[in-house]
């Protein structure tokens, strides 16, 4: 398979899965495992384009797949538009579910690049956050959905309120 | 919005690059050569003999290195706890189960499926016994959970009552006077606090690397506590203190889960030792409610007695708590942290009574805010349902009850505490007269009119954090236990580098607090040096002075005072080294953009490099003046700190079908100065986010026989970003007087504030169909059959 542009293959037991298989064999570890039952979405990663919970894919099943991993997402030290919005509005506290979190950010903009909030928590259910009670993950996505559109973000709350 | 900054503001968060681009380091992350893995054979029962444990097929299979039991560990003793009442834990079963899910044994194999394969082929023979899991049950000792104990109330927690003899006398006299006057009503309700599976979305993870060479053990955990655990291994292995390193790297949300220290950091280092090869545990999900505490899970009766002008003349709470089976570090002292705050922020007597009882289930203990929402819930609930008995509005109410401000600082609760600083009234106003509120009410009263079921929710609360004042180091409020000699005082150690950059060493456990921003903010301020050049470093207790860890609320109002007077001293010996150098007075220097200045004089200054380059050869420094420029602080303040707040939710139901959700929700919290208003708000986002789910999602359920009946996150689901609105927070601003940076602590506030809101809101919704009380959660069932009572 070719994980973040990168050609990888590797000898595996079958039962093996995807997340397994991205963190002890490629050791990309920001892909994380929150849940094991595709719950949570801290396993997030993009397979052929589409967004998926690679702990309840089979690694064998990605053979041949393009995969998109956090370590992948910002190119020549860009960070992506989505990254920046986490960092720009505190989307993320503990940072666990941050890197699925981002991916399915990533995916919802790709479909739909100027959410509305209810769009937005929508696009972001199949992840789980225990921080940050998602308010500012939604402040996040809207300026990274802004970045895309080549429009201005809107400010911080606590910039509006200093 | 308002929001007030004096000592620091909003900066990007240091922590975040790493972990936006999937370097973060956490512990499942580290692989150490050699390393093996652990999975533990569970007890399916709740209560059962353990006949024989046979491991002789599953020590034959592939990759299987040892396989331990009881027999094998029992030498180390039980697990420590802090505050050791009740039963503690075996490491691992011996001969009995008390609760599902207890290990039973422990696989290490070459890696965790094989380690998973081997575990299923352990053949347990079990006799089930009957299992205790109602604590009204268990509270009447016709069978004990543990036959050596002589009650399964283990300590009845009572505060009160009344204040003293001439308080239980004066308010005796005014309930009779009242009732004389036919002036009098009493509201009284049994009420669930239920129980609650913390869930941090990072499942607990160690590994523990014993290296005999060295003599030394290197364990990597997701502890909110280093140091607390690097105590306790060394107590429980006979190795010095100094033999035990811990290492808390990025640790994946906390909650007070991981304010504990469990069998498994025990049972890895016993491993490590045995094979001398690391061994890690990584809990799973499904496993991890058996083996990760879980919080709350009260029944109490609160009852207010009052005049019918609404002046309070005595709150009473009597109850129950469920501890589950074991004792582990705080168990039995989180309804005790609940007795701080039983009286809230009023000045009506009150008489406070919660007996702590043990049960077959997993272990309770502290679980984000432990003891103080609960105590808030019960108070805020039953104050509510006094007002609309008497048709005052709860505003009024409050206000008529309130500590008054002129009490303050210093006031002492009627339960008997003291606060620092307080401004209830003044909090209250501002949330009430805001304009946010008042679009509530009439958002309320706009769908009334057109038939919907709208409510609308309001409560404050005053909550205690910042721990702690060395003097309550008796109280628990202490790593003891654990070998450490200290109380819960804060420490920090500031250094300033060759280059004139900063490192911060701090003892505080964050878990996703923002610690390293925070910290270097602070400190960097003080020095006149750039935030960009101070380097925070935490969680590894080899390099850390004595640290307490990151819970209740504390870090910031101890340790971040800590690091702010080691900044002062480090400070204040650089004024005298550039005075040195500049010929002035240490009075006259100043320090801004990376040098000292002499004041009135900019010409005449001295940059940072200069003056360490001067600390660290003595002979350029002034007579006698000892070489080196870092200091250490440690901070123990007077009291601790009282936050308080008060909140307004908007709630929605279908009286067809239960469905209830939250439409708005406002918050005014008062946790003294802010340091950065966006690390604040997004502490209150989260706290709301779980005291809000605690009111309308979140269940911990066991059935009879004491099976978890919610162990995935498809049984216990926690709220999705689609469940919750976004919030509307503001805030006062009332400086706490206990620490030099007069703040308070924000991380529980949240919690505290808002289950009771949400569902005062749901009672004001259905109030008209007769609904007095909902038990959380808030599933539309539960609602729905409220509703169905009421009418019948």
Known sequence: MTVNDRSVSGDIDPRTLLVHFIRENLNLTGTHIGCETSYCGACTVMFDGRTVKSCTVLAVAADGATITTIEGLAKNGQLHAVQEGFWERHGLQCGFCTPGMIMAAVGLLEENNNPSEDEIRHGIEGNLCRCTGYHNIVKAIEYAGAKLRGEEPPPAEWEVSA | MSTTSVLGGSVRRREDPALIRGKGRFVDDIKLAGTTHVAFVRSPFAHAKINSIDASAAMEMEGVIAIYTADDVRHLGLLLAQVAIGRLRP????????HAGE??????????????????????DYEPMKAIVD????????????????????????????????????????????????????????????????????PRAVIADWNDGYGRMTVYSSTQIPHALAGAIAKTFGLAANAVDVIAPEVGGGF???????????????????????????????????????????????????????????????????????????????PFLGTFVGSGQYKFPTHWKIGCVTTHTMTTDAYRGAGRP?????????????????????????????????????????IGFQFDTGAYQTNLKALTDSAEYSELKSLRDKARAEGRHVGLGLSSY?????FGPSALSGLGFSWTTYGLPSAFSGSGLVRINGDASVTVIIGTGPSGQGHETTWAQLVAGQLGIDYEKVRVT???TAESPMGIGTFGSRSAAVDGAASYEAALKVKAKAAQIAAHILEASADDIEFSDGSAHVAGSPDKSVSWEDIVTSAYHPHMLPEGMEGGLEAHSVFSPANATWPFGAHAALVEVDPETGFTQLLRYVTMDDCGNVISPMIVDGQIHGGLAQGISQ????????????????????????????????????????????????????GEAGTIGSAQTVVNAAVDALYDLGVRHIDMPLRSRRVWQAIQDARS
């Open chain 2, 91 to 98: 490491l691992l079963a011996d001969g009995v189960v008390k």
């Open chain 2, 103 to 124: 290990a039973v044994a422990m696989v290490v194999a070459e890696n965790r499926y094989l380690a998973q394969d081997a575990a299923d082929a352990v053949e347990v």
């Open chain 2, 135 to 202: 604590i009204k049950e268990a509270a009447s000792d016709k069978a004990m959970v543990h036959e050596e104990l002589e009650s399964n109330t283990l300590i009845t927690w009572e505060a009160g009552p009344w204040g003293n003899e001439e308080g239980i006398a004066a308010t005796k006299e005014k309930i009779a006077e009242a009732k004389k006057r036919d002036d009098i009503v009493t509201v009284s309700m049994e009420m669930k606090n239920q129980r609650l599976i913390p869930t941090a979305i990072e």
């Open chain 2, 256 to 334: 007070g889960a991981k304010l504990n220290v469990y069998a498994d950091e025990m049972l890895v280092s016993f491993a490590s030792m045995q094979l001398g090869r690391p061994v890690k545990y990584t809990e799973s999900r499904r496993e991890s409610p058996y083996n990760t505490i879980q919080g709350r899970g009260w029944v109490a009766t609160a009852t207010i007695t009052g005049t019918k002008d609404g002046e309070v003349l005595a709150f009473e709470l009597d109850g129950l708590a469920d501890m589950g089976a074991y004792t582990q570090n705080f168990t039995v002292a989180i």
């Open chain 2, 374 to 414: 609960e105590a808030i819930y019960y108070l805020e609930r039953i104050l509510d349902a006094y007002a609309r008995e008497i048709e005052m509005d709860l505003a009024e109410v409050k206000l008529k009850n309130f500590i008054p401000e002129s009490d303050f600082p210093g006031a002492v609760a009627p």
């Open chain 2, 462 to 466: 005053v909550e205690v954090c910042g």
């Open chain 2, 538 to 540: 935490h969680g590894n």
């Open chain 2, 695 to 746: 009111a309308m999602f979140e269940d911990a359920i066991y059935d009879e026989e004491g099976n978890l009946l919610t162990s995935s996150l498809v049984d216990y689901p926690l709220p999705t970003a689609q469940d919750l609105p976004s919030f509307n927070l503001s805030r006062t601003v009332t400086p706490s007087d206990v620490n030099p940076l007069g703040v308070k602590g924000i």
